[in-house]
């Protein structure tokens, strides 16, 4: 979503700020734009589109060692070049970028309007520079610190000021903002990644604080005013600038890379011959695992689809009862926060506005929430405090691959530690830490011979509707399958239980339309089988993800792509493999921007 890079210090800011604006693309954005400070001046360009056509009009910029920029994606008013980011006051010497949403939009514009303000643009953003102007009397950072006293809603902001060009004033609330902190030259960036190339030394901004900035370090205070004593972090060697090593896209590198992200995800956690696992970050003895009478697991998009996954398996293998739910229908029903649950936040990012607002929720009803996050110091690690990292490294493409898998295998991690001191023997644990054990390599197996993807996808380019069915854990498979097409290459598509088809979705199969059944050799097969028949007695075409082997299936199938054999819960980490590579051929064949889908974003930090 919207990206903020600003910076300070003795180097010409304009390429740094450029460079940090690409470094953030990935995250996805509509239109971009810059504003230099320079002879008491502000210069400022912005545009629609990508940063390359940014890049393209900034020739004449003027040699300033201060600057802001932003990367946005559409919320308050269309994507236009008046609504891009900076946003300025009327004098046009104060310049403000800003990732969140203003709740009280309206009565502050209307304060402002009565006051003779007009304003340009459609934003929410737009109203806080004119705050912002109405405050200054000479200081910047008291003129930011009082505006924002007005001001509702979440917001990760980096105001410039024309007459100070020695200083950037920041500030957060729920929209992360980072500080790095390099050799005389200070940078600030909503994501990481755009801090990299210039320092690890970091600071993480937390809620409610604001930061001046300077070419010499950043103070750090709280937007009362008082002084913060912020911890100087490092960031984690995971954030590299970003290679696709070869490959055509970010995604077909992420998706080949999953047999080293996943043996992370388990690495040092599976005990084979204990029959057990450890997570260290969950800080949970045997005693209190006993104690969880159910688990729920909150999440959206992909990492719902992987909270689904693990729900299933702690019931089967901890019989636990379990569930996932959507976080942003969670967070507003008034769920019931049981004493005895204990909730996951499942979040690559672990910035999605959604799912933190679930966590919110649960910490409020005094529930234990504990992450199960991608991003190192990321909101939702910050604020669980507890939980897992699932180390899947930097996930770039918009469409989530490694990150599911790598989020199923931690989870799966805590199921085996759940069940084993329950209800699972010495042998029965150590079937399932061998299973997952071998899952890496199961993984690089498939990846070699992935089987015949172009065939489904010819099926698959031109279809005016594709349905993918599973059962059981190959139903969360079917509804992921489902969202990376239709995130990736836009075909009309949806994932359904299989079972449930012939109550609705039957009606949509023409003769020859594409089915994607996801049917592992489990204990769902028969009653599979039994669905295929209906998909094939209405005509439609039978693409079959099924264990290698499986000659039952691969006979009814009419493209049949086998996968290595595995444990019933382990299966979603193999079946899901074709799906990713079948969306991502189809996206290529037609076309599509694969990396940066249209209308996604990497991490959704607004409701
Ligand atoms: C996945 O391909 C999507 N980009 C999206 O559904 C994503 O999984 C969702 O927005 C949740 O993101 P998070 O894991 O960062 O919280």
Not at 127 to 139: N, P, Q, S
Not at 282 to 308: E, F, K, W
Not at 469 to 488: D, M
Request: aromatic letters at 6%; proline letters at 5%; a negative charge.
């Amino acid at each position: 979503m919207c990206g903020i890079i600003a910076y300070i210090g003795p180097n010409p800011a304009l390429p740094r700020i450029v460079d940090g604006l690409r470094r953030m693309e990935y995250r996805g954005y509509d239109s971009a734009g810059l504003a230099l400070a320079h002879e008491g001046k502000l210069w400022l360009r912005k545009e629609v589109g990508r940063v390359a056509d940014l890049a393209s009009q900034l020739r004449d910029g003027p040699e300033s060692n201060v600057g802001i920029g932003h990367t946005r994606w559409a919320t308050h008013g269309g994507v236009t070049q008046v609504n891009a980011h900076p946003h300025t006051d009327v004098t046009e010497t104060i310049a403000l970028v800003h990732n969140g949403i203003i709740d009280n939009t309206n009565p502050l514009r209307a304060m402002l309007t009565s006051q003779g303000v007009s304003f340009r643009s459609e934003t929410d953003t737009e109203l806080l520079a004119h705050l912002v102007r109405k405050h200054y009397d000479g200081d910047p950072v008291q003129a930011v610190r009082d505006a924002l006293k007005h001001v509702r809603g979440t917001y990760g902001l980096a105001v410039l000021f024309a007459a100070h060009p020695d200083v950037l004033v920041a500030a957060r609330n729920g929209s992360p903002l980072v500080v790095g902190i390099g050799q005389g030259e200070t940078v600030l960036a909503s994501d990481p990644q755009a801090v990299v190339a210039h320092t690890r030394r970091v600071v993480y901004l937390q809620d409610r604080e604001l930061a001046v900035l300077t070419a010499e370090g950043v103070d750090v205070q709280t937007l009362d005013g008082d002084t913060v004593d912020s911890a100087i972090e490092t960031l984690d060697s995971d954030y590299a600038l970003a290679s696709k090593e070869g490959f055509d896209h970010f995604m077909l590198k992420e998706i080949h890379e999953q047999p080293r992200s996943i043996k992370r995800a388990l690495r040092g956690r599976i005990q084979v011959n204990e029959g057990n696992a450890k997570l260290g970050g969950l800080n949970m003895t045997p005693r209190d695992l006993v104690a969880v009478q159910r688990v729920i697991n909150l999440g959206c998009g992909t990492s719902y689809h992987a909270g689904m996954t693990a729900a299933m398996a702690i019931e089967a293998l901890a019989r636990v009862p379990a569930r996932a739910e959507i976080a942003s229908e969670f967070r507003y029903r008034h769920p019931i926060i049981p004493r005895d649950a204990l909730f996951f936040a499942v979040s690559q990012s672990g910035e999605t506005a959604d799912t933190l607002g679930a966590v919110s929720e649960v910490q409020l009803k005094g529930g234990a929430v504990m992450g199960i996050v991608n991003v190192v110091g990321s909101t939702a690690a910050r604020t669980c405090g507890r939980g897992v990292y699932v180390h899947s490294g930097p996930e770039i493409a918009v469409a989530s691959t490694k990150a599911f898998t790598s989020q199923v295998a931690a989870m799966l991690v805590f199921t085996l530690m759940l069940a084993r001191c329950r209800n699972l023997s010495l042998e029965q644990g150590q079937a399932v830490a061998s299973a997952l054990d071998d899952i890496p390599s199961k993984v690089a197996q498939y990846l070699r011979e992935p089987g015949p993807i172009d065939q489904a996808v010819q099926l698959i380019r031109d279809a005016r509707y594709v349905l993918f069915l599973g059962r059981g854990y190959s139903y969360p498979v079917a509804l992921e399958g489902a969202l990376k097409l239709k995130e990736i290459a836009y075909v009309p598509c949806e994932g359904y239980p299989a079972g449930e088809m012939k109550h609705g979705p039957i009606a949509m199969l023409d003769p020859g339309a594409p089915v994607v059944f996801i049917s592992p050799d489990d204990g769902q097969k028969e009653k599979a089988i039994a669905n295929m028949m209906e998909v094939k007695a209405r005509g439609a075409t039978l693409i079959c993800v099924h264990t290698k082997g499986d000659d039952e299936i691969e006979a009814l199938a009419d493209v049949s792509i086998p996968v290595p054999d595995t444990a019933d819960f382990a299966t979603p980490l193999l079946t899901v493999l074709p799906l990713q590579l079948i969306a991502y051929h189809v996206g290529l064949a037609l076309g599509r921007d694969i990396d940066k889908p249209r209308n996604l974003a990497k991490s959704v930090t607004v409701e």
